[in-house]
């Protein structure tokens, strides 16, 4: 008897000293933000370099024209060639992030604060995330731009229309939450997404 409560006690002792360990290394303390990159029209996957960056606000550009969002990347990657896939590490306790997009024959692409709130292993905003080709000539693209400018707009105004119909109250408190998020990166930028969903609501009427 005596054996087995001092078996027990050792136990229970062991248990508790490894608890705040296991508490540390079990959970991350970072979100993993999957992504893929895509040719736009062709939709072919591109390798090129993807960085998660701390602030919504441009520090500027490195040495090969790509644009810095802060003194240091969060995380940053190469999409792979095979299928354009991603993994960005973003901590969780940032609210919002800046995902940049660079590769020396495609316009850079920067996506300002991509909200970071949902689940570990939600994917990047959006997904894919499609880059243009970069080229002097943009008037013969007109056409292309013109028709991916009117399609985007029309969705995203449908879209989001018919996801306020299912449920305006929570529409409403999703807007809200995500302006507030914004809001710690950037006021101007919160006060566009809070007009915004008065947009939306208009063009349900």
Not at 15 to 31: E, H, I, R, T
Not at 39 to 49: A, I, M, N, W
Not at 79 to 95: I, N, T, Y
């Amino acid at each position: 008897m005596a054996r087995g409560m001092r078996t027990l006690r050792l136990t229970l002792a062991a248990a508790v000293s490894f608890a705040p360990l296991y508490g540390a290394m079990g959970q991350s303390k970072s979100f993993t933000r999957p992504g893929r990159t895509v040719e736009f029209d062709t939709g072919r996957p591109l390798s090129v370099s993807v960085k998660a960056w701390p602030n919504s606000k441009s520090s500027g550009k490195d040495g090969s024209n790509c644009p810095l969002y802060g003194d240091a990347p969060l995380d940053s990657t190469v999409s792979e060639p095979a299928g354009g896939q991603f993994k960005l590490a973003v901590a969780r306790d940032k609210k919002t992030y800046t995902v940049v997009y660079c590769h020396s024959q495609y316009v850079p692409r920067v996506d300002r604060d991509v909200p970071n709130t949902s689940r570990d292993g939600a994917a990047v905003i959006p997904t894919p995330a499609f880059m243009f080709p970069a080229t002097t000539k943009t008037v013969e693209l007109a056409p292309q731009l013109d028709e991916a400018i009117q399609r985007r707009v029309v969705a995203a105004f449908n879209d989001l229309s018919y996801l306020r119909g299912i449920d305006p109250e929570i529409f409403d408190r999703a807007m809200a939450n995500l302006t507030r998020d914004i809001s710690t990166s950037s006021e101007r930028r919160a006060a566009i997404v809070s007009n915004f969903a008065k947009t939306v609501q208009a063009w349900q009427e």
